[in-house]
């Protein structure tokens, strides 16, 4: 299937309506022959065209333009195009045609502006189509979420470090991480976790120098428990150091695989402060677990559990995926029971995105992927456990238009997670391939500027002179805001 698009309102928003229905597709700057699959939008003065052309059978549409803006235009150019592949495809997506990430700020953001509810309602089931469970769930996340976001205050912000590296790489994963099996992957990890250290202290100098205060810091990776029990304790005392942990909010590092979390870095991670942390099988089937390239088993998985638990660890996340191969809706669910039947305190439930970047197979049918909406209806089971959705966030690619949940039980909340999904505040990033988020304080929709540090870990501690730096960019950006309102979010795009 090939996309190609004419006139200006036939943009960004048309191609990725077409996106949900063909993944996929190639962008082409030209029309295809006249057997080849196409979608084609067109957006002119007079006139908005979409055509589809699929196995041989070409349907088509126009109208005249209504009055209005360009983003008006945009919309009913867009709508003819969703209109159009559901009847072609024959399929419902469950957040219409939505194309935004948050779903959820779009909710903070209309009741910001001082919409009813039954506006905000018809926005999401009349405007986007959206299904009533998917803008329940979304609502009922915003109503937890808001005395979280109403105690945020224009000078927050949050701490994010980043390890790279990894014992194996998931079949799955597109982040930037190197595995440890090889000499020359385990010769970067000192120099890096050197490197890394001196950034949190230059960070928590620049987050001093902006007058920031720094409510959560987050530990991820990559896998952060792939380093030695030397290096994490160096990593976890340099943490100690700079921040004051008892003053903090919440202190998250992700324990990750149990292939690489021993007792004593498990033991490590609680003499140092944190606060909760993640243990996240994807799958408890051994068969599944070796599909995506886990050199570990379910029951290794049960055990690290058990000695997290055992040593204090009184906060834990554990991460499952629907959708990964091999694995059926007999099989998801009762990796769901057995995650529930151990009683952690947060589960998160992802929908399988494939990314080019990964090393799973790009070549796919939606029909090899047809239970994956089945094994998501699954968390029902999470509900009837006491379990509650608390953050939603979306992603291109991901298996038929579905999302990422985080559920939780009452008072578990990940505020990290909230933060950085909302966008209520700035996130300083530390480490390879980190990307500082600065969110400015004061009008509601005040803009966010980036500050990256390099990709790769050779890169990172090669150039690490540049990184310390670039973290003068922290104080620029807060110098522009001298005397800052109250607290505020940028606007949600949520598509059209």
């Not at 009533?132 to 994010?160: G, H, N, T, W």
């Not at 990314?355 to 994956?372: G, I, M, P």
């Not at 540090?453 to 890169?459: A, G, H, I, L, Q």
């Amino acid at each position: 299937m090939q996309i190609v698009l004419r006139g200006a309102a036939a943009g960004y928003e048309a191609e990725h309506t077409a996106r949900i229905f063909y993944p996929a597709a190639e962008l082409s700057q030209t029309l295809p022959d006249d057997t080849a699959d196409l979608v084609l939008a067109v957006a002119h003065r007079y006139l908005l065209l979409v055509l589809v052309r699929q196995n041989g059978t070409t349907t088509w549409v126009q109208q005249r333009p209504p009055q209005g803006d360009a983003r008006t235009q945009e919309y009913a150019l867009c709508r003819m195009l969703y209109t159009m592949l559901c009847g072609v495809t024959g399929i419902r997506p469950p957040w219409g045609m939505m194309t935004g990430v948050r779903p959820v700020r779009i909710i903070h953001d209309l009741r910001a502006e001082g919409k009813t509810e039954e506006e905000i309602e018809q926005r999401f089931l009349q405007h986007f189509d959206c299904t009533p469970r998917r803008f329940a769930m979304a609502k009922s996340i915003a109503d937890l979420q808001r005395p979280v976001l109403e105690r945020a205050q224009p000078m927050d912000c949050s701490v994010y470090a980043g390890i790279p590296f990894c014992p194996s790489r998931c079949s799955y994963c597109s982040f930037v991480s190197r595995t440890v099996g090889d000499k020359s992957s385990r010769a970067l990890v000192a120099p890096y976790v050197d490197c890394l250290c001196k950034e949190l202290a230059a960070t928590r100098a620049a987050a001093d120098a902006a007058h920031l205060s720094i409510k959560t810091l987050y530990i991820g990776g990559g896998t952060p428990t792939s380093v030695n029990a030397q290096q994490l304790r160096q990593l976890m005392g340099t943490m100690a150091e700079q921040f004051d942990l008892p003053a903090l909010e919440e202190f998250t590092v992700e324990a990750g695989r149990p292939d690489c979390t021993d007792e004593e870095k498990l033991r490590i991670i609680k003499e140092y402060g944190a606060t909760r942390i993640s243990i996240n099988p994807q799958t408890f089937s051994d068969e599944v677990l070796r599909n995506i390239g886990r050199r570990h088993t379910a029951q290794d998985i049960l055990d690290c559990y058990r000695t997290a638990r055992r040593v204090g660890h009184d906060n834990i996340n554990m991460d499952l995926i629907a959708g990964l191969p091999g694995d059926t809706v007999e099989g998801f669910r009762h990796s769901l029971q057995t995650a529930i039947d151990l009683d952690p305190e947060n589960i998160t439930v992802h929908t399988l995105t494939l990314k080019r970047a990964s090393n799973l197979v790009v070549e796919h049918r939606a029909a090899d992927y047809a239970d994956v909406a089945a094994m998501v209806e699954s968390c029902e089971l999470l509900e009837k456990a006491g379990y509650r959705p608390y953050y939603l966030y979306r992603q291109k690619g991901t298996l038929q238009n579905l999302e990422n949940v985080g559920w939780c039980k009452p008072g578990y909340e990940c505020l990290y997670n909230i933060y950085i999904m909302e966008e209520v505040h700035t996130i300083l990033s530390v480490g390879a391939g980190g990307s500082t988020k600065l969110v400015a304080p004061g009008a509601r929709h005040g803009k966010i500027e980036r500050i990256f540090n390099y990709k790769y870990p050779t890169e990172y501690i090669d150039r690490f002179d540049t990184i310390l730096a670039r973290k003068e960019g922290v104080k620029q950006f807060y110098d522009q805001y001298p005397n800052c309102g109250e607290s505020a979010r940028p606007q949600a795009h949520g598509g059209v």
